[in-house]
């Protein structure tokens, strides 16, 4: 295992200065957000010159992209897909091995969850790329049992596991272990029991780093640790070192 950093981490922040501050926090490995409404790469514009975007990335850079986090906003299923083709693609040129996406709301049918993913799993295949869901609130996944079956029917995805939304969400997770088999990517930040506490500073929420890669080790994983403190508006507290103290301790752990 290793320790990355989310970009999200310096949202308020243009690209590049994101990733020259990351870098100057002595992180190797970056988690980069392509989120179409997002403070950085946009989905659509990378799809219309995935070269150029994998120049961009690295340049100027010490830093290596280790996992994309992608939110598309597509008006048509072929749109979705085309995007998601071209964000693959780049994965392969910049030897990225996981992708994430979000779920489905949580009221929609699994089957029709089930129907909607398979192409997608088999369109990242075709690249080499592990496509994954986020553990997220509000999706399919917030039920670890639900995250598990769709890992379960859909042969070759995999979770993006975000501990927060089982521990902050409206519907708390007694226990979320069941989804360890299926992690090819981990998020974290800590958080304490309440929506009001999704972002905490580090040391007074309920995050149980030791246990997550306790059980993480138990099923070989051997990919990224992402700090994932995001960079919200008025945000209670400065980013650089509560970005710290997460890398360290992770770090420690590894």
């Known amino acids: 295992m290793f320790v990355a950093c989310s970009t999200l981490c310096f949202g308020r922040f ?11 926090l ?14 950085h790469l946009k989905p659509s514009e990378v799809a219309a010159d995935v070269n150029r975007y994998a120049q961009r990335i690295r340049i ?3 830093l290596s992209p280790a996992a994309f986090s992608v939110d598309i906003e597509a008006p048509d299923t072929e749109e979705y897909q085309r995007q998601l083709r071209a964000l693959c693609r780049l994965a392969r040129l910049s030897t990225v091995p996981v992708l994430s996406i979000a779920a489905a ?11 909607r993913l398979t192409p997608l799993v088999k369109l990242a295949e075709a690249e080499g790329v592990t496509l994954t869901l986020e553990t997220r609130i509000g999706t399919l996944t917030e039920s670890p049992g639900t995250a598990v079956e769709l890992c379960e029917r859909v042969a ?3 979770l993006t596991l975000d501990p ?3 521990i902050a969400g409206p519907n708390q997770a007694k226990s979320y272990d069941a989804v360890f088999p299926f992690v090819r990517h981990v998020r974290l930040r800590d958080s304490g029991r309440s929506p009001e506490q999704f972002q905490l500073r580090v040391g007074q929420g309920e995050i149980e780093y030791g246990r997550i890669v306790t059980q993480l080790c138990r099923f070989h994983y051997d990919l990224a640790l992402s700090v994932d403190i995001r960079d ?3 945000a209670p507290f400065p980013m650089e070192p509560e970005v710290r103290k997460l ?6 752990l590894v």
Do not use: Q, W
């Open 14 to 24: 243009p690209l590049d200065r994101a990733l020259r501050v990351i870098s100057e």
């Open 26 to 39: 002595e992180f190797t490995k970056i988690d980069v957000a392509i989120h179409e409404c997002g403070p």
């Open 60 to 62: 100027g850079s010490s």
């Open 105 to 115: 709301s949580s009221g929609s049918g699994i089957d029709a969850e089930v129907d």
């Open 156 to 158: 070759g995805l995999g």
């Open 164 to 166: 927060s939304h089982y």
């Open 232 to 234: 919200i508006p008025d």
């Open 247 to 252: 890398k360290y301790l992770l770090e420690s």
